[in-house]
């Protein structure tokens, strides 16, 4: 089994910043692809940004210049930077992970969610 466990989330005034985590544990052989998506109230889920085992990143338009995706490998853990925070930004955050696992499958993993939400 893996689990996800993300923190992070809250209340934030436009303009301000969040920083999400997001850590993985159990049966990890490797994880691959490490990715953020996020859901509006009355919205398809849809992708944030992504990073690949060797680093390589991309962002939605929306948050191009305003977010960046980083990973540590040695604690299994993404994390999503979110600067200049807008209204429209508000959602809950969830993670997806593409873990293979020490039985040899692989297999994403998805986070419980934790809210943002922009507001004055």
């Known amino acids: 089994q893996v689990q996800l466990v993300e923190s992070g989330g809250g209340l ?18 490797s994880i ?13 889920r849809e992708l944030v940004a992504g990073i690949t085992s060797d680093g390589s990143t991309n962002y939605a338009d929306s948050v191009k210049g305003r977010f960046t995706i980083s990973r540590d490998n040695a604690k299994n853990t993404v994390y999503l930077q979110m600067n200049s925070l807008k209204l429209e930004d508000t959602a809950v ?28």
């Open 12 to 29: 934030v005034q436009p303009g301000g910043s969040l920083r999400l985590s997001c850590a993985a544990s159990g049966s990890i052989f």
């Open 32 to 44: 691959n692809a490490m990715d953020w998506y996020r859901q509006a109230p009355g919205k398809e």
């Open 93 to 120: 955050y969830y993670c997806s992970v593409l873990v293979t696992t020490t039985q040899g499958y692989e297999y994403p993993y998805w986070g419980q969610g934790t809210r943002v939400t922009v507001s004055s």
